[in-house]
């Protein structure tokens, strides 16, 4: 199992890896999660408070939105190998957008399935094109660097998102509809920012040759081949460790649950918004460190430390009675997320030659988000009354993970 070497130091006024693209899509990204988690924190609460939905459908519907996400994150994946990348990008931002339209318009919990779906069919087409393009041109050794800062803008939003609900919250009594139609308006400026961000495939790009066959174009002005990537390509290493994450996302469930469970522990709507936002802090500080991290280290010792702090964070919420704990294990489970998201795509985008990582990334994506689809679902029939259950499963299965991953690639790395 192939692991990072250590990055070579830039020599140029600014980083080597922070490209055009990558300020350009931290910007993108930034809007668009500030306008996802406004919503996010609340929405297990309006489903169940307000539209008298059960705990079992908050379930399926983050299981489900997560599954539509999946498949069409592997179609962008191989469709992004082909042709040019903004136009995915912009489609799927779109689309987000129009699912928090939709579900400012919810008044019963189907509306919000289909609002739910079409936000995650936006996210499953822009997530392998945005991934790729953040990785061009960048050397394999610094990619943890670019996906590390990527997540921590990312974060960022979903660190002012939250505490942006909170003061509107308090602002209009408590009332939860007009912060979904405040949530459009970051959604539609992500959108109108993808203009800025430059393919260097595409004949449209104002940085790069045109092509006259109406074809993507190489940086000589040649016309680029249809990448057209069968899966059974991809290098053995990347299967390696695509079983490794698709195992560990099967006890992974939608982190809407975790809120439900705060909310059950006693935790106000204001309360539950806090603890998001404080959970987001964690995650958006941490997120580039480790990423830079897994530079210079082995990308399965930081990501096995993330697990470790899932473990935390799911036992954590599963045994604790009061509610001012949830202040405490919430923003420790924000370790996990910074330790796994951003440098498992490094880690992926390193085990595969730049013409596919579209492929690579969609799959992988993709297959994740099926696993998550899965748990889910049986974390939402298994609930209950309070969700102790799947919660001590989930963190007692991450734990031994936790502990076997570093094993296993450093076993993987010695066989020949």
Not at 388 to 408: D, N, Q, R, Y
Request: proline share 7%; glycine share 12%; with cysteine.
């Amino acid at each position: 199992m192939t692991e990072p070497s250590s990055a070579p130091r830039s020599t140029g006024p600014r980083p080597a890896w922070l490209t055009r693209n990558v300020k350009v899509l931290c910007g993108v990204s930034f809007l668009q999660d500030a306008a996802s988690e406004l919503l996010y924190p609340i929405l297990p609460i309006f489903l169940t408070v307000v539209l008298g939905a059960p705990p079992a459908v908050v379930g399926a519907i983050e299981g489900l939105a997560e599954g539509a996400a999946s498949i069409t994150k592997v179609a962008a994946g191989r469709l992004a190998d082909r042709f040019d990348r903004r136009p995915l990008i912009g489609a799927g931002y779109g689309l987000a957008a129009v699912g928090k339209l939709l579900i400012a318009l919810a008044t019963v919990w189907p509306l919000v399935l289909l609002a739910r779906v079409t936000d995650r069919l936006g996210k499953g087409m822009r997530g392998a094109p945005r991934d790729a393009l953040l990785v061009e041109g960048v050397p394999k050794g610094q990619r943890g660097r670019v996906f590390g800062l990527h997540r921590a803008a990312d974060t960022a939003g979903a660190v002012v998102g939250p505490l942006v609900g909170l003061v509107l919250y308090e602002a209009l009594d408590h009332r939860l509809r007009p912060l979904f139609w405040i949530a459009v308006i970051p959604a539609i400026a992500s959108v109108a920012l993808v203009a800025a961000v430059r393919d260097p495939r595409s004949r449209k790009s104002a940085d790069g040759p045109r092509s006259g066959s109406g074809s993507p174009t190489t940086a000589d002005g040649t016309a680029a081949k249809a990448v057209r990537t069968p899966w059974r390509s991809l290098p053995r290493p990347y299967w390696r460790v695509l079983g490794i994450l698709l195992a560990f996302n099967l006890v992974n469930f939608p982190d809407a649950l975790l809120l439900l469970r705060a909310h059950d522990l006693g935790l106000s709507t204001a309360g539950v918004m806090g603890a998001y936002a404080v959970y987001n802090l964690v995650y958006a500080a941490l997120s580039y460190p480790a990423g830079a991290l897994s530079d210079r280290l082995p990308r399965s010792l930081v990501f096995a430390t993330g697990l470790l702090f899932f473990a935390i964070g799911y036992l954590g919420l599963g045994l604790i009675h009061s509610p001012w704990a949830v202040f405490v294990v919430l923003p420790l489970y924000g370790g996990f997320a910074a330790c796994t998201d951003g440098v498992g795509k490094a880690w992926i985008s390193t085990l595969v030659p730049d013409r596919q990582q579209g492929s690579a990334q969609g799959l992988f994506q993709g297959a994740t988000g099926a696993a998550v689809l899965l748990a889910g679902v049986w974390a939402g029939l298994a609930w209950g009354t309070d969700g102790h259950l799947p919660l001590l499963i989930s963190g007692g299965i991450a734990l031994v993970l936790a502990g076997a991953l570093p094993v296993v690639a450093r076993a993987r790395t010695a066989t020949p």
